[in-house]
């Protein structure tokens, strides 16, 4: 974090979180551009930019490779100026539990909740870990591919604890990762990650969880499958940016693998 400040007064804060990927078995260093505040009193003064690009020197001299986030439409022209460039819109798909809930979310077009709301059905994340033992490192995937450099160690600082409330849900032989929020008046589902499954399988796994959570409707990163219930996300899934730093090809969007539980603000 980078914070600026005038006398003793705190006026401005910028974070990036340290995050790996790996492609072709390379792993490569990035950040993400998290939380940033200015106080309101010192705003339109550049205190974000110059923070920022502050930020940006010293992770470069760290040997960091590039930044990548999903800004809002209020954040990103900021971001453009600075150096970033638009990756593409990542696709997202949604699954209504019934006509009904797909009413109740069409009205829900605001923001989520920060915090989880409460859900029973599976087990809190650090209670099927127990019994997991050990956690799965990065999927084998082609070797132009970008994904985040998971092992049992990131898994259980990603997922664990009480904050948020991760639950796991079992089956066909895996499991998928989930949360559940408020979006307006509709209790929203949240697949974050799967552990030991194809993407077929995690759908019906997913759908599983949404029928024993009495959530609305489930949200999840990837192609809509119709088969499965998944629909297009009206509007679309979160725009991906990404910035140079020490390594300067911008990698399309078909070479990223993500899943919420890479671009989730937690």
């Known amino acids: 974090a980078w914070v600026a400040t005038d006398g003793d007064r705190v006026v401005g804060v910028r974070m990036f979180m340290r995050w790996e990927f790996v492609r072709g078995g390379q792993v490569l260093r990035a950040v993400r551009a998290v939380d940033t505040a200015t106080d309101p009193d010192y705003q339109g003064r550049g205190l974000f930019t110059a923070l920022t690009l502050h930020a940006l020197d010293e992770v470069a001299a760290e040997g960091v490779h590039f930044v990548f986030n999903t800004p809002n439409s209020q954040s990103r022209p900021g971001y453009l100026k600075m150096g970033w460039r638009e990756v593409g819109r990542l696709p997202a798909a949604v699954r209504p539990r019934s006509p009904l809930s797909l009413a109740k979310m069409a009205k829900a077009r605001v923001p989520s909740g920060h915090w989880s709301a409460d859900l029973s059905m599976g087990l809190p994340f650090d209670r099927w870990a127990e019994k997991a033992e050990v956690l799965p490192g990065p999927r084998d995937l082609p070797i132009r591919m970008l994904a985040t450099n998971t092992s049992d160690a990131?898994?259980?600082?990603?997922?664990?604890?009480?904050?948020?409330?991760?639950?796991?849900?079992?089956?066909?032989?895996?499991?998928?990762?989930?949360?559940?929020?408020?979006?307006?008046?509709?209790?929203?589902?949240?697949?974050?990650?799967?552990?030991?499954?194809?993407?077929?399988?995690?759908?019906?796994?997913?759908?599983?969880?949404?029928?024993?959570?009495?959530?609305?409707?489930?949200?999840?990163?990837?192609?809509?499958?119709?088969?499965r219930g998944f629909l297009p996300l009206p509007g679309g899934g979160p725009v991906l940016t990404w910035r140079a730093v020490n390594e300067h090809g911008l990698p399309p969007l078909s070479n990223w693998s993500l899943t919420m539980g890479d671009i989730e603000l937690f």
């Open 154 to 227: 990131f898994y259980r600082w990603r997922f664990g604890g009480d904050l948020l409330r991760y639950r796991v849900v079992e089956g066909r032989g895996g499991a998928v990762v989930v949360r559940g929020r408020q979006r307006g008046q509709a209790l929203e589902l949240v697949q974050l990650a799967s552990f030991g499954l194809d993407p077929d399988a995690a759908d019906a796994v997913t759908n599983t969880a949404l029928r024993r959570s009495g959530a609305d409707h489930v949200i999840r990163l990837g192609a809509p499958d119709p088969k």
